[in-house]
Every structure is written in structure tokens, then in C-alpha cells.
């Protein structure tokens, strides 16, 4: 049975850090691309950044700098190191693997205010 479950969230003041994970199971993590995709209310899901299997990230123009996505293909987890949080971060965050299939998690709330 393939499993993303993300876990971190949670309330952080403006400025603030938090560290996202995404555990995985039930496919062969290391040959897929890895995402964190975001959802905010009334918004349309968007992708916050991507982890190839080889690697290689890349971010969406507003994280800024602020954002790290990493994976451990031992551990078949996926995170994202969340520093500067602004409240236009606060959103649902979702896990992604994606290769000749996609697979979601449920999401973690993330939410970003004082």
C-alpha cells in the first residue's frame, strides 16, 4: 500500500522556522521525483519545490531563498526546511512523488501569524 505522510506543522509566529518531513512507503522512493506542493484557502495548489531522484531542487519564485528540500532515500523521507516564515506561507502542505505515477499525502497544516 503505497503511504505519504507528512508531519510538522504547525502554528509558528512571522519569522519563524519549521521543518516538514514526508515518510514514504510502498514504492521505490529513490527512482521517483519528490515535490511539496501548498494549498492555501480559496488558492489553487502550487508547487513549492522539487527534489529529483538524481538530487536536483528547485523552488517556486516566492519561497526566496527561504525554503531547503532534501530527501534520505535510506530513510524514504522527504522534508523541507522552512526559515522566514511569512503568514502567506500558511497554507496545507502536500507531499508528492512523482515518476510513471503520482502519489499524494493528506497534507500538514502550516500556519504563519502572531
Known amino acids: 500500500q503505497v503511504q505519504l505522510m507528512e508531519s510538522g506543522g504547525g502554528l509558528v509566529q512571522p519569522g519563524g522556522s519549521l521543518r516538514l518531513s514526508c515518510a514514504a512507503s510502498?514504492?521505490?522512493?529513490?527512482?521517483?521525483?519528490m515535490s511539496w506542493y501548498r494549498q492555501a484557502p480559496g488558492k489553487e495548489r502550487e508547487l513549492v519545490a522539487t527534489i529529483s531522484a538524481g538530487g536536483t531542487t528547485n523552488y517556486a519564485d516566492f519561497v526566496e531563498g527561504r525554503f531547503t528540500i532534501s530527501r534520505n532515500n535510506y530513510l524514504k523521507k522527504m522534508y523541507l526546511q522552512m526559515n522566514s516564515l511569512k503568514p502567506e506561507d500558511t497554507a496545507v502542505y502536500y507531499c508528492n512523488a512523482h515518476n510513471d505515477r503520482a502519489y499524494w499525502g493528506q497534507g500538514t497544516q502550516v500556519t504563519v501569524s502572531s
Open positions: 510502498g514504492f521505490t522512493f529513490s527512482l521517483y521525483g
